[in-house]
């Protein structure tokens, strides 16, 4: 069964840097082709895809409003997918959550799509709040 626990959330002030972390397990055979990806959700407002990263070839994807701040990256020996994530705004404060799926996502991607609508299995959530 599919895993995934979130890290590295926290309270920063604007222009600061945090590191999440995302540590996988249970994958099986079957995944010959998955995506991983960041989403965010903050009061009152949908959950939005931030970053997502596939495993063949490291094709990414951004959202427009985290480009150039936030960079995805993945670690294979560790199982662990990070977001970086540098110049934080006051309108990054959400609950950041990953998850993965797979031939769907894996898909998407490569349409340089980030959708929930893809991701099948999902953590439980980090708190980022930024603020002074």
């Known amino acids: 069964q599919v895993q995934l626990v979130e890290s590295g959330g926290g309270l920063v002030q604007p222009g600061g840097s945090l590191r999440l972390s995302c540590a996988a397990s249970?994958?099986?055979?079957?995944?010959?082709?998955?995506?991983i990806g960041w989403f965010r959700q903050a009061p009152v407002k949908e959950r939005e895809g931030v970053s997502c990263i596939r495993n063949s070839d490291d094709s990414t994807y951004y959202a427009d409003s985290v480009k150039g701040r936030f960079t995805i990256s993945r670690d294979n020996a560790k199982s662990t997918v990070y977001l970086q994530m540098n110049s934080l705004k006051p309108e990054d404060t959400a609950v950041y959550y990953c998850?993965?799926?797979?031939?769907?996502?894996?898909?998407?991607?490569?349409?340089?799509?980030?959708?929930?609508?893809?991701?099948?299995?999902w953590g439980q959530g980090t708190q980022v709040t930024v603020s002074s």
């Open positions: 249970g994958f099986t055979l079957d995944y010959h082709h998955y995506a």
């Open positions: 998850a993965t799926g797979g031939l769907r996502s894996w898909v998407a991607v490569s349409m340089k799509r980030c959708s929930s609508a893809d991701f099948g299995s």
